[in-house]
T-cell receptor, first 115, second 111 residues
Framework: GAGVSQSPRYKVAKRGQDVALRCDPI?????LFWYQQALGQGPEFLTY????????KSGLPSDRFFAERPEGSVSTLKIQRTQQEDSAVYLC?????????????FGEGSWLTVV | EDQVTQSPEALRLQEGESSSLNCSYT??????LFWYRQDPGKGPEFLFT???AGEEKEKERLKATLTKKESFLHITAPKPEDSATYLC????????????FGSGTRLSIRP
């Protein structure tokens, strides 16, 4: 497709369960970002990839969160032993150039509810 | 600490009633200020990037302006389809990859 694609769109996980969220960026985009958005708040930065290299993971809230982009295209955000406070929308975004100074295109997000 | 504050939190206007949304920022050395539109259940959609004080950008009924401490998103003669949450964000000076978002302004336009 032409835009950033995320799956699943909706996920309900039991507390303690592991989840994996997938992102297909726009083809050819060098940069890939993951953001977390709580209800009624703006997105908060989690991590950044330039091609396959994870250059910034300063926003990951704990060591339960892990992201990868092994071939420089598709990325997966994994959350281990989910907690209720992990409930949020997880947004993936991509841009053609390196860094955050270029136009960034967001996907529609993966809505995670931990019960 | 780098921060972005948007006001008001919510704004209800009548169709055709022009207004402005405010975004105040405190960053040491602005590298770029962004405006996004977010519809319910969707990801943010890019609108504008501003880089320096005095800069203005326009798109249809929207105009974004920038000063040294804040940005305004002016909406002229809005229509119901302009209803959305408008997000302001700045590129973090300390990072080439991080954008800091405000909490947004929820705009509702009544027909």
């Amino acid at each position: 497709g032409a835009g950033v694609s995320q799956s699943p769109r909706y996920k309900v996980a039991k507390r303690g369960q592991d989840v994996a969220l997938r992102c297909d960026p726009i083809s050819g985009h060098v940069s890939l970002f993951w953001y977390q958005q709580a209800l009624g708040q703006g997105p908060e930065f989690l991590t950044y990839f330039q091609n396959e290299a994870q250059l910034d993971k300063s926003g990951l809230p704990s060591d339960r969160f892990f992201a990868e982009r092994p071939e420089g295209s598709v990325s997966t955000l994994k959350i281990q032993r989910t907690q209720q406070e992990d409930s949020a929308v997880y947004l993936c975004a991509s841009s053609l150039g390196a860094g955050a100074g270029n136009t960034i295109y967001f996907g529609e997000g993966s809505w995670l509810t931990v019960v | 600490e780098d921060q972005v504050t948007q006001s008001p939190e919510a704004l209800r206007l009548q169709e055709g009633e022009s207004s402005s949304l405010n975004c105040s920022y405190t960053v040491s050395g602005l590298r770029g200020l962004f405006w996004y539109r977010q519809d319910p259940g969707k990801g943010p959609e890019f609108l504008f990037t501003l880089y320096s004080a005095g800069e203005e950008k326009e798109k249809e009924r929207l105009k974004a302006t920038l000063t040294k401490k804040e940005s305004f998103l002016h909406i002229t003669a809005p229509k119901p389809e302009d209803s959305a949450t408008y997000l302001c964000a700045v590129q973090a000076p300390s990072s080439a990859s991080k954008i800091i978002f405000g909490s947004g302004t929820r705009l509702s336009i009544r027909p």
